[in-house]
């Protein structure tokens, strides 16, 4: 009998009970997506890693016999080592004029299982004799190619026919980017091929050398000890760069894609869980104060206090079960289209979503345990009531004067509705705390929603149209001589400005801390790049000291005045360390770099005057010819047009845009949600001193004011709550954001304040009028007639 | 006669502010199984407080109090739910049924956690409702849900029954319709009834009447010739 009152009970107040079941539906179905999506990109990762013997070391060099390699087998603790070389390469596809770059990397067809070896999914092995490769899955579907197709690329200023006869994938570029200021893997502008080392040697004239070396470790063995041994012995071939797997490029983006999904999966469904639970609490702990009658009855009946708890959980059982088995349900089936779109940013062969029980499971446990949790605080009191004492009905609160009423201006002022709401609110505090706290949520939720959404605009955008404000940027193979180059390119018709940069790879240090980073020299007065302070205004090099982005700093645990030390391959001397002096710390939101004058630059690292890539301002119909002119140079490596580069970002923007939007209806739901429930509550609990109130001669829109009142009031400390805990959730999300490609700002304008209350205010508004049906609904005289 | 509950010097008292209010205090007596009980006084009077502590509902702060051979002044919450669920029925004045059951299974609630109760339907047909079992409370008029509570409260087969003013809130009709269920039940199955009550005529369909006044037994009258329900006008 006690399952029939529970259902009839959840269906005569299904409003209240299915807005709460659907904030917790959203909490599992994140949880649920979020964890099986994890669970598959890390299955797939670890066991791609794990087949293709991906590499746990890494290095750069500029050039080391081929032969060396078998001496380096020997240095303790590594289990195999391979050397490489590694190439871009530009492609050429009739009627494409955009710059299509092919990564070509050597492998050795004779080595049974290689390091980084590629998956193939389909082809033919490589034949050594033949310029034959093996090419990246992604680049070949975008690219519309067939096995057996040829396509033409430019080596060393020759073009060259490679056949395709396989197609597959490997560890080391399952995030794959040119350059990391790329963003995201355009896989029909960049893609990576394999070709026999013995063709690939030919094809650039690097005789029996390599210029890239992977190694893995044996199961003792440590990275920081391989590198304090083999460094010095790549040293004298021009080492660039050494890393272990976990600095490798692809694999960070991967791990950090992990590791924000770890962390929004664990925090978001907490946040809707514990919503839905206060929520449940609340519910039941009202319910359990209306039906004190029927409890005192219950147990005069002879039903223990068990059954009686028993019965009220059976409430929270049937939402915690209801909210657990959707959100399971609807979680499984979300993960498979994000785990399809992870696969067009992560190029993983195995990676797919399956139907996982486990995972529902998983989500109807979790539902259950908040639900079970809150029930029972919510309706413990049946313990403590005694029969005798249930049988009458609830004292009345007490009824003492608020402080408010002290405020005689204040208090004057209200209507006799307003100091009934007034009085209210201080009578039942938990409920308002409950008020307040739901609308802080709503708006911290919607506004670091739209704050994000600004910010990720302004990070992309300041970049391109603040900062980098050239028209065309030509990046060059190898450093050249500024003056040779400048006066080649001065005169290309159309170029209205021209300005070089020297892109420096270096090691920064400050007291036990390093990075690798790019140190960016820029002439003195520079238009091209221009970079500002916090405040917008123009910050120049200065012929002396280095500055830093904020996040570089912050990675040293540099400031102002600190001497930071400076190491660059790229310096004559082989023992190169210079001290440098911070002088600035600019904001930059995508990339981390150091910036430095560049003639102070050039004079410091002692090669005379060099640089890496040309700022181009050009009337911007030239920039066809410059491209057409220079498409095919050899020392050129690319040319990138920013207009092409904005506009690709405003694209990628548009597809965020849909994640932003159900942001935003989440956090309207939670806002409605909330205020739905504390009106049904006021309603239900009050429906007597309402429905008085309506035989006086008020309207029940006079009567709906004083919940209205009552809501406002709360509502707008919740909203003025909600701002600071937005700023602390910017900061929590830039933190957890920020890496090396981008740095997320935390900071945040008016408009993120107007959006989050007009959305939380529309959102309250809409609550209410779902609320007045409520009031009108009220039958004044059976209310009135109802025994106590 | 069996002796069903003995009371001995029993009290209760309520502690407001520093103010003791004794709601009941030194009531001795004994109520036989088969009894037809009326415990009369007016508004106060501690007739409620009384008949709380009888059927369990209560503990009392003084005095002993025995159902049969088992102690209820010292009994603790796990002991008194069992009492009330074996052994004792409630009727209320305001009939107290669950709104969201229908009639049929309001009566079923009580039902369910007998160790030996009669048939539902037979409960419902003995109450005069069968037609009316699928009715929800909001749809049966106030001698109607009286009625169901009756039947609630004797379903379960207990040995006393006790009522807490039942026809308080019904017309004359109803009322004497409702007595005679209650006096069947006493006569018919040798169950105790206790009932209380401030209206003076009640008393006589009763064997024994307790007075109370200001929270104390001043009083016990037995009649030996008790009047029908149908005989009694007020």
Known sequence: ???????????????????????????????????????????????????????????????????????????????????????????????????????????????????????????????????????????????????????????????????????????????????????????????????????????????ATVNNIVFTLKADGQYKNIEDLLKPELESYGLLTMYPRKDQASNIILSTELEQLKNMGTSLPLLFLSVASVILYIMLKRMIENQRGQIGVMKALGYTNREIIAHYMSYALVIGLAGGLLGGVLGVALARPFTNMYQMYFNMPDLSSGFSPAAIIEGVLLGLVFALFAGYRGCRKVLTLQPAEAMRPNAPIAGKAVLLEKIEFFWNMLTV????????????????????????????????????????????????????????????????????????????????????????????????????????????????????????????????????????????????????????????????????????????????????????????????????????????????????????????????????????????????????????????????????????????????????????????????????????????????????????????????LSNDVYSMPSSFGSMTLIVGFVITVASIWIAQRAAASKIKALHIADVLKAGE | METLIKARNIGKYYQMGEVTVKALQGASFEIYRGEFVVILGPSGSGKSTLLNTIGGMDTVSDGELYYLNTALHNADSHKLTNYRRNNVGFVFQFYNLIPSLTAYENISLSAEIASNPYSVAEMLEKVGLSDRATHFPAQLSGGEQQRIALARAVVKNPDILLCDEPTGALDFDTSIQVLRLLKDFCENSGKTVILITHNNAIAKIAERTFYLKDGKLVNIETHDNPLPPEKVTW
């Open chain 1, 1 to 207: 009998m006690l399952w029939r009152k529970m259902l009839r009970d959840l269906k005569d107040n299904r409003g209240s009970y299915i807005a709460c079941i659907i904030v917790m539906v959203i909490g599992l179905m994140v949880f649920t997506t979020f964890s099986m999506v994890m669970d598959n990109l890390n299955l797939s990762k670890d066991t791609f890693y794990f087949n293709q013997n991906f590499a746990d070391g890494f290095a750069d060099i500029q050039a080391m016999p081929y032969s060396k390699i078998e001496d380096l087998r020997n240095i303790e603790g590594i289990r195999e080592i391979q050397g490489r070389l590694i190439k871009d390469v530009r492609v050429l596809i009739p009627g494409r004029e955009d710059n299509i770059y092919l990564r070509l990397v050597s492998t050795d067809p004779k080595i049974d299982k290689p390091v980084n070896g590629v998956a193939l999914e389909r082809g033919i092995s490589l034949d050594e004799e033949k310029m034959n490769i093996w090419i990246d899955n992604n680049f070949f579907a975008a690219n519309g190619l067939e096995l057996n197709d040829e396509i033409q690329i430019i080596a060393e200023g020759k073009k060259r026919s490679l056949s395709i006869v396989g197609v597959g994938s490997s560890p080391e570029f399952v995030y794959a980017m040119r350059t990391t200021s790329d963003l995201f893997p355009k896989p029909e502008e960049f893609g990576i091929a394999y070709m026999p080392y013995k063709v690939m040697e030919g094809l650039f004239q690097e005789r």
């Open chain 1, 417 to 736: 509705q307003g100091k009934m709401a007034v009085r209210n609110m201080f009578r039942h505090k938990g409920r308002s705390a409950f008020i307040i706290v739901g609308i802080m949520f709503a708006f911290a939720l919607l506004g670091s929603c739209w704050s994000m959404w600004e910010l990720s605009e302004q990070m992309l955008f300041d970049q391109y149209e603040k900062v980098e404000v050239y028209d065309v940027k030509i990046s060059l193979n190898r450093p050249v001589d500024q003056d040779s180059v400048e006066r080649e390119l001065k005169s290309f018709p159309g170029v209205k400005r021209l300005e070089s940069k020297a892109e420096i790879p270096a090691t920064l240090k400050y007291k036990w801390n390093k990075k690798d980073v790019v140190i960016l020299g820029l002439p003195a007065d520079s238009e091209l790049h221009r970079i500002s302070d916090d405040d917008g205004n123009r910050l120049f090099t200065t012929p002396y000291g280095i500055m830093l982005s904020n996040r570089l700093a912050q990675l040293l645990g540099a400031e102002v005045g600190s001497s930071i030390i400076f190491e660059s391959m790229m310096a004559k001397d082989p023992d190169f360390r210079y001290e440098l002096e911070v002088t600035a710390i600019v904001p930059q939101y995508m990339g981390v770099n150091a910036y430095m004058d560049l003639e102070y630059l050039q004079s410091v690292l002692n090669q005379g005057e060099i640089v890496t890539t040309l700022m181009l301002s050009m009337d911007q119909e030239k920039v066809t010819d410059l491209r057409t002119e220079y498409h095919n140079s050899v020392g050129i490596s690319g040319i990138e047009d920013r207009n092409k580069m904005l506009m690709q970002l405003k694209e990628l923007m548009a597809t965020y845009s849909a994640t932003i939007y159900i942001m935003l209806l989440i956090g309207i739901i939670v806002g409605f949600a909330i205020i739905y429930n504390s009106s049904v509550i006021t309603v239900s609990e009050r429906s007597r001193e309402l429905a008085s109130m309506m035989v006086l001669g008020m309207t029940s829109k006079e009567v709906l004011s004083v919940v209205t009142f009552e809501q406002w009031f709360l509502s707008i400390f919740g909203m003025l709550a909600g701002i600071p805990l937005t700023k602390l959730l910017l900061v929590a999300l830039a933190q957890s």
